[in-house]
């Protein structure tokens, strides 16, 4: 069970990125600040919970959250700039839309390029350590699905409805015959040697 907060006088933020190892579609981010006294039911990292559960999380992690906001960068971008940088300019972006300004960015993971003036300190697994990043987990994976599937309905033949742009053995398959995609990243091996 994650811990409630990080600091308890700073106003903080939890960030957190979805789809960064993916061969397609955009990387998502998700900012979220949490009141301190509040415990939601079946919070964790959000790959450790059913896509039903994920989902149902959401709903009450909008309801009731401070703040919420998630952004994206898409494919272009992300050939761009690299992907470990477009995950963090996605959650810079997601940042940005908070109608509330954290003190504190608590950012899963162990690098971050900082944001404005704000704080920020780099937590390795911090989806399954604090509420707020993963919270912010919740919402980052739950709208890059969605938005793949809604990408699916257009390409049926990658199969992005079951694994949402994820280097499967199908999806590759659906690569080497079908060739890339506009959503496709140039920047990543799309095919094995």
């Known amino acids: 069970m994650p811990k409630k907060f990080f600091n308890k006088y700073l106003l903080e933020a939890g960030c957190d990125e979805a789809g960064r190892g993916c061969l397609a579609g955009p990387v998502f981010a998700a900012a979220v600040i949490l009141p301190k006294d509040l415990r939601i039911k079946g919070l964790d990292d959000s790959k450790k919970i059913k896509e039903e559960d994920r989902n149902s999380l959401r709903k009450v992690i909008e309801k009731k959250a401070i703040a919420w906001a998630v952004a ?7 050939d761009e700039v690299n992907i470990l940088n477009a995950s963090f ?3 810079h972006k997601a940042i940005s839309k908070l109608k509330t300004t954290p003190e504190l960015l608590l950012i899963d993971g162990n690098r971050f390029i900082p944001y404005k003036q704000i704080k920020h300190e780099c937590i390795i697994k911090g989806d399954s350590k604090y509420n707020a990043i993963a919270a912010a987990s919740i919402l980052a994976k739950t709208y890059r699905d969605d938005y793949m599937k809604s990408l699916a309905n257009k390409f049926p033949q990658y199969s992005w409805h079951t694994n949402k ?3 499967t053995i199908l999806h590759r398959q659906a690569i080497q015959n079908h060739g890339a995609t506009i959503h496709h990243r140039n920047s990543f091996r799309l095919l094995p040697e």
């Open 165 to 167: 742009g994820y280097p």
């Open 72 to 78: 994206s960068l898409n494919p272009k971008e992300i």
């Open 89 to 91: 300019y996605a959650m």
